[in-house]
């Protein structure tokens, strides 16, 4: 079986503090895909990132980045300097190749005042 | 990049009538595609994944005479609501996966979403 845990039902922050979600996923597999989503009050789903098993290199991109930790299971996601605009839903998804289906965290849902 | 659409974005249909949602994959070949719903404030819920040309594979507890899929070609895929009633309103995604320059990549793309509101 396979779990994703947001643990943050919901943050809050202030413009331009820094904000860090956490993602923890179980899988038995060795090969898996780890990742984020943004769900804007639109609701259409925005990918954000995807990491692979094999790959523990953290990224960043912009404001934007995320630390893969194999070893605690933990993919987090941090946004520097949040900005009003960053205010949205944020998925965390687990996908296997084993399973062939993706699993997703409850999201986190950040709001972002000016 | 790749780039998955999803149509209608929003459907208001009388209790009792049918709804069609298709969802096509625009410049690659979806050989798996994924149907989810969304109730409000809520996670994306798995509800059936269907591979081009055969039958669809639902989760527990999804009644598949109720949402019919329907995977005929490697870049359309439809999900028809049959009967709907107002406990069906909610927003329904899809998202496929397939194999561009020759490999199969674990990345999903979404559609944009379905609002469904059954009166």
């Known amino acids: 079986a396979q779990k994703v845990t947001q643990a943050q039902t919901e943050i809050s922050v202030v413009e331009k503090e820094d904000v860090t979600l956490d993602c923890v996923y179980e899988t038995r597999d060795t090969t898996y895909y780890l990742f984020w989503y943004k769900q804007p009050p639109s609701g259409e789903l925005v990918f954000l990132i995807r990491?692979?098993?094999?790959?523990?290199q953290n990224e960043i991109s912009g404001r934007y980045s995320w630390n893969f930790q194999k070893s605690t299971s933990s993919f987090n996601f941090t946004i520097t300097a949040s900005q009003v605009v960053d205010s949205a839903v944020y998925f965390c998804?687990?996908?296997?190749?084993?399973?062939?289906?993706?699993?997703f965290g409850d999201g986190t849902t950040l709001t972002v005042k000016p | 990049g790749a780039v998955v659409s999803q149509h209608p974005s929003r459907v208001i249909c009388k209790s009792g009538t049918s709804v069609k949602i298709e969802c096509r994959s625009l410049d690659f070949q979806a050989t798996t595609m994924f149907w989810y719903r969304q109730f409000p404030k809520q996670s994306l819920m798995l509800m059936a994944t269907?591979?081009?040309?055969?039958?669809?594979?639902?989760e527990q507890g999804v009644e598949k005479d109720k949402f019919l899929i329907n995977h005929a070609s490697l870049t359309l895929s439809t999900l028809t609501v049959t009967s709907a009633h107002p406990e069906d309103s909610s927003f329904y995604i899809c998202?496929?996966?397939?194999?561009?320059?020759?490999?199969?990549?674990?990345?999903?793309?979404f559609g944009e979403g379905s609002r469904l509101t059954v009166l």
């Open positions: 269907s591979n081009e040309g055969s039958k669809a594979t639902y």
């Open positions: 998804a687990l996908f296997t190749t084993n399973a062939g289906k993706s699993t």
């Open positions: 990491r692979n098993s094999f790959d523990e």
């Open positions: 998202s496929a996966r397939g194999q561009r320059g020759g490999s199969t990549t674990g990345e999903l793309f």
